[in-house]
């Protein structure tokens, strides 16, 4: 199984565990810079190479899973929750509170990665109960004919 393979069937799972650790990130990063620039009086410069990662894995994940997505709502929370993620991190300097916005949007792209394995699920078990309800209506119907 190819990586693209691989990828298209988890992109669900592979979002939602991307959207987590950005926010740890995002909760941690902080943190650590305090608490570094606490012992030490000269940081290095901020590196955004992790932050463009987090959105190109975002962006790979959702692409994926909206031709899969089976609510059109759901493909507007995760094209809006994408879009002010990517903006959020882009801006981060020049706007104010991307900070939160960031972090909203992850929360806005676990819940709509979980919305639509939920939802994947659900119909997959639909589709069995159809499926044997009419295996089973086709075996009654052959049995009463002889």
């Known amino acids: 199984m ?15 565990i991307s959207s987590i650790i950005c926010i740890v990130h995002c909760i941690a990063l902080p943190v650590l ?5 606490t012992y030490s009086h000269q940081l290095s410069s901020y590196e955004p190479i992790l ?7 975002a962006c790979l994940a959702v692409i994926f899973t909206i031709p899969r997505c089976l609510t059109f709502s759901l493909k507007i929370v995760f094209i809006i929750s994408l879009l002010s993620f990517s903006i959020g991190i882009i801006f981060s300097k020049s706007i104010p509170y991307s900070y ?7 929360v806005g ?5 979980s919305f639509n ?26 049995t009463s004919i002889n």
């Open 2 to 16: 190819g990586i693209k393979v691989k990828l298209i069937k988890y992109a669900d799972q592979v979002g939602i």
């Open 33 to 37: 810079i305090s608490i570094v620039a």
């Open 51 to 57: 932050d463009i990662a987090f959105v190109l894995l």
């Open 100 to 106: 939160y916005l960031t972090l909203i949007s992850s």
């Open 109 to 113: 792209l676990i819940g709509s990665h």
């Open 117 to 142: 394995i939920y939802y994947k699920r659900k119909k997959h078990i639909q589709n069995k109960i159809l499926v044997s309800s009419k295996n089973e209506e086709i075996y009654v119907t052959e």
